[in-house]
């Protein structure tokens, strides 16, 4: 089965899994530009909607990662500030007895008939906090509530995401995370097979080479050491199911105001990256957001779709995207058109939160 074929109709990511903040930085989006985002989740789209840009096209091949990212939107548009982190499911402020479904209620009409439709069939998501609701959270949920207690009681992960100095997070990890039992349950768990059948999709490892439970082993103790594990909300999300102190970008209180005023800039599109960006005005996109997209593609498919990159883009157009067991580098397919700006591919684990990355690069079109 491949890519184009697996069900479009099932949320297969409930938040977004790539650092924003790190995002936002390299494409330093303003008022001037028209940006292109790989949809996902929604999360990282709405970041660089933050920054104000002139238009924001997001794009996703699954109607369900759309009508996410919709609903995402609207919470934005009708909602106060507390009340959208209740009803997505922010743990600090799911202690009242509010019904989100009747909070879905009151959004359902301002919604498109394709994301009624879905969350109507799928209202338990939303009752249940929809960032939490994705194929790829709910295996994190199982590793958080069946497997890591097995190994690590509750008191000694509170005491990993306490503040500390490197040398004593260093001396931590010796002494009482990085146990043999822990490595052994972390590399079944999140073996290929194990997040082929429960996490992700096995055509999603294609192109992958590589051990992946191994690779995750060592960038978890290295984002575990190098960087501080309190401040990680993604790391704090899949161990206590709580972003803890540091909520993601676009969930930021100072981001909420910017992002509900430059929503009439979001439009849609639903289809393959390819076919959306042949029907782009050449040389109409400043700035792409490619996610890890080119983790699903072969070696041809990711050169044809760097060429339509370089055909949508403006000169200097900037992408960023993401490797994770796939060498992909489109500035090698289109080397008289494309070239590398940055190339984190040692030790980016300590560089970004999203450490199961091992690499993030920043192109620019350099020619047209």
Not at 17 to 43: F, M, N, P, R, Y
Not at 65 to 86: D, I
Not at 315 to 325: H, K, S
Request: hydrophobic content about 40%; proline content about 3%; overall charge positive.
């Amino acid at each position: 089965m491949g890519v184009e074929t697996i069900d479009k109709n099932i949320i297969r990511y409930s938040q977004c899994w790539e650092d924003a903040d790190t995002l936002v930085e390299h494409l330093s989006v303003d008022k001037t530009q028209t940006v292109l985002s790989i949809a996902s989740a929604g999360d990282n789209t709405l970041s660089l909607l933050a920054q104000g840009p002139k238009a924001l096209i997001a794009v996703d091949l699954s109607s369900a990662q759309l009508s996410l990212l919709e609903l995402k939107a609207q919470c934005f548009k009708s909602l106060s500030y507390p009340e959208m982190l209740y009803f997505l499911g922010v743990k600090e402020y799911c202690q009242g007895a509010k019904d989100r479904l009747s909070i879905y209620g009151r959004m359902r009409m301002a919604l498109s008939q394709r994301a009624r439709q879905f969350f109507d069939l799928h209202s338990q998501l939303i009752k249940n906090g929809i960032i939490s609701q994705g194929k790829l959270e709910r295996y994190f949920t199982i590793f958080r509530r069946h497997v890591l207690p097995l190994v690590k009681s509750k008191a000694v992960v509170a005491e990993l995401l306490e503040p500390k100095a490197r040398n004593q997070r260093q001396e931590f990890y010796r002494r009482k995370w990085g146990t043999l039992l822990y490595d052994l349950l972390f590399q079944i768990f999140f073996s290929r097979l194990s997040m082929g059948l429960l996490g992700r999709e096995q055509c999603f490892f294609a192109y992958a080479k590589g051990g992946l439970s191994h690779s995750l082993l060592q960038a978890s103790k290295t984002a575990l050491i190098e960087q501080e594990p309190a401040n990680n909300p993604y790391l704090c999300w899949i161990l206590t199911g709580d972003h803890g102190r540091v909520l993601p970008h676009y969930l930021r209180p100072e981001n909420f105001e910017a992002i509900k005023a430059n929503l009439p800039a979001l439009v849609l599109k639903q289809g393959r990256l390819d076919e959306i960006l042949q029907a782009e005005p050449e040389g109409s996109i400043d700035s792409f957001n490619l996610s890890d997209v080119f983790e699903y593609l072969s070696p041809d498919s990711t050169s044809t779709l760097a060429k339509l990159i370089v055909k949508a883009s403006k000169l200097g157009g900037r992408m960023v995207y993401w490797n994770m067991l796939v060498d992909r580098k489109t500035a090698h397919y289109c080397p008289n058109y494309l070239e590398t700006e940055e190339d984190y591919s040692t030790s980016l684990a300590a560089r970004t939160k999203t450490f199961f990355y091992k690499r993030l690069l920043v192109e620019r079109v350099c020619n047209k």
